[in-house]
């Protein structure tokens, strides 16, 4: 099987499965877990910021920064088909208790202009903004990278308005690679960023939230506890992550030159609509139009011949590259394609 579903579906290798094995652990409610203690400190340092709190998942790492920086009956701008917009079960509302206000991007991207048009005046009727959060690479937009320049400008109009920003960086690690700026030049822009270890980067669990200020790490340590995150010998996961960061940041450019590749021969097909130049990353967003079978039925067919894919809504479909998945792979998957778009 040939499993494009996701950059989640990656399964420990034998040498990160030695690494979990082998970890020093302690109890990471004591925040006595060395290994937890140096994947925080290690990540924090890359994203030149001073803390990192490990968290089971990036919904959560997500979820602890809204929670920490508003307060029930705020409004936090997002752009229309962010993860936390789509894809965290409505938990801003429920467990934040904050309305998400959306603005919609260009493949995921937002301009400086629509996140001012979007912060509420500060007069005694409107709902008040709390926080601006942007994602980075944007999953439903394509695997989009955000412009530097566009963040900055953002950053400008969030810091005029005293608005906190948040960066959704489950793949952070894809834009890294593709703009060779290092993770900081992003980091610096925001007050807190998650990023996933269970993404690209090909570890089974773990995520982390960044931030400079140790009072928010603080009330995030006491949330990750109400939400059930908290974790005792942690150390194992957080071994995979520390494997991960050493062995896998250096070749995800070969899962970007795959999806470039898959998109170059998926375009050949008349029933696809795909522009290989909006493949940045990893994430391969294409749609087929006008053929016999209906999305869910394409996919069934797709499986049957050894390739998985998503659907995600109406005639588009959504192909990921991971470290599972060679070129040789994604030449195969494309004849599979072939066959049954053809
Ligand atoms: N994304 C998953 C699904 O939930 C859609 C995927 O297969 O891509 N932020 C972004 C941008 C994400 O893409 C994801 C996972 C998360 C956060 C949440 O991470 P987890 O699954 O660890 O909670």
């Not at 801003?92 to 309305?99: D, E, I, N, P």
């Not at 937009?141 to 959704?168: C, F, N, Q, W």
Request: aromatic share 4%; with cysteine.
């Amino acid at each position: 099987m040939i499993d494009l579903r996701s950059d989640t579906v990656t399964k420990p290798s034998a040498a990160m499965r030695k690494a979990m094995a082998q970890a020093e652990v302690g109890d990471d409610v004591y925040g006595e877990d060395p290994t937890v203690n140096r994947l925080q400190d290690l990540v924090a340092s890359l994203l030149g910021k001073k803390a990192a709190l490990f968290v089971p998942s990036g919904t959560m790492a997500n979820q602890l920064a809204i929670r920490i920086q508003t307060q029930p009956g705020q409004e936090v701008v997002a752009e229309s088909r962010a993860h936390i917009v789509r894809y965290e079960q409505g938990a801003a509302g429920a467990l934040a208790g904050v309305q998400l206000h959306w603005v919609a991007g260009e493949r995921g991207i937002i301009t400086a202009e629509q996140v001012q048009q979007a912060v509420r005046p500060k007069d005694p009727h409107t709902i008040q903004t709390a926080l601006i959060c942007l994602e980075n690479t944007h999953n439903s937009g394509g695997g989009t990278i955000y412009p530097l320049a566009t963040i900055e400008r953002i950053r400008s109009v969030a810091g005029k308005a005293g608005v906190p920003m948040h960066l959704d960086g489950a793949r952070l690690f894809n834009a890294v690679t593709a703009t060779t700026l290092p993770p900081a030049s992003y980091a610096q822009h925001f007050d807190t960023v998650s990023v996933c270890l269970s993404k690209g980067l090909g570890a089974p669990a773990g995520s982390l939230l960044i931030m400079n200020d140790l009072g928010l790490l603080e009330k995030a340590r006491r949330c990750r506890r109400m939400y059930g995150g908290a974790m005792r010998q942690a150390g194992i996961l957080a071994a995979a992550g520390l494997y991960a960061l050493e062995h896998h940041i250096g070749r995800l450019k070969e899962d970007h030159d795959n999806a470039k590749r898959l998109a170059r021969k998926l375009q050949q097909l008349s029933s696809v609509t795909v522009n290989p130049q909006h493949v940045e990353t990893n994430i391969v967003i294409f749609d087929v139009v006008g053929h016999r079978l209906a999305p869910g039925a394409i996919v069934d067919a797709l499986k049957q011949e050894g390739v998985l894919v998503n659907t995600i809504g109406g005639t588009s479909f959504r192909a990921v590259t991971h470290l599972d998945v060679s070129t040789a792979a994604v030449d195969r998957a494309y004849e599979v394609f072939a066959r049954v778009l053809g």
